[in-house]
């Protein structure tokens, strides 16, 4: 599956940006699908994803209640609204893919094939 990350840009503290991540060549439905970010001078890390299985939807404590994940499926499209953005929510936004992944790996980037290019959103004080 290839992956287009887009929405990133830059916005005040407080405000808001939806992320969009289209995907296209297999059944999109057949992935589980994640968000990552990568701070300057910082690891990648995992903010949210939604297992194929399940639909289960899982984030990382520092976004819980401010970022949503959905998917359209008929789109083939992953959505990340954020909301209540921060300056420490600054960073390149990527999202994956994979078709084989379990609960343990979820947050593991070396667990997915798949990657979009990223896109980055800026949040000034």
């Known amino acids: 599956v290839q992956l287009q990350a887009s929405g990133g840009g830059l916005v005040q503290a407080g405000g808001s940006l939806r992320l969009s991540c289209a995907a296209s060549?297999?059944?999109?439905?057949?992935?589980?699908m994640s968000w990552f970010r990568q701070a300057p001078g910082k690891d990648r890390e995992f903010v949210g994803g939604?297992?194929?299985?399940?639909?289960?939807?899982t984030y990382e404590d520092s976004v819980k209640g401010r970022f949503t994940i959905s998917r359209d499926v008929a789109k083939n499209t992953m959505y990340l609204q954020m909301n209540n953005l921060r300056p420490e929510d600054t960073a390149i936004y990527y999202c994956?893919?994979?078709?084989?992944?379990?609960?343990?790996?979820?947050?593991?980037?070396?667990?997915?094939?798949?990657w979009g290019q990223g896109t980055l959103v800026t949040v000034s004080s």
């Open positions: 994956a893919a994979s078709p084989t992944i379990i609960t343990s790996q979820l947050r593991v980037p070396s667990s997915y094939q798949n």
């Open positions: 060549g297999r059944l999109f439905s057949a992935y589980t």
């Open positions: 939604v297992k194929r299985s399940s639909s289960t939807i």
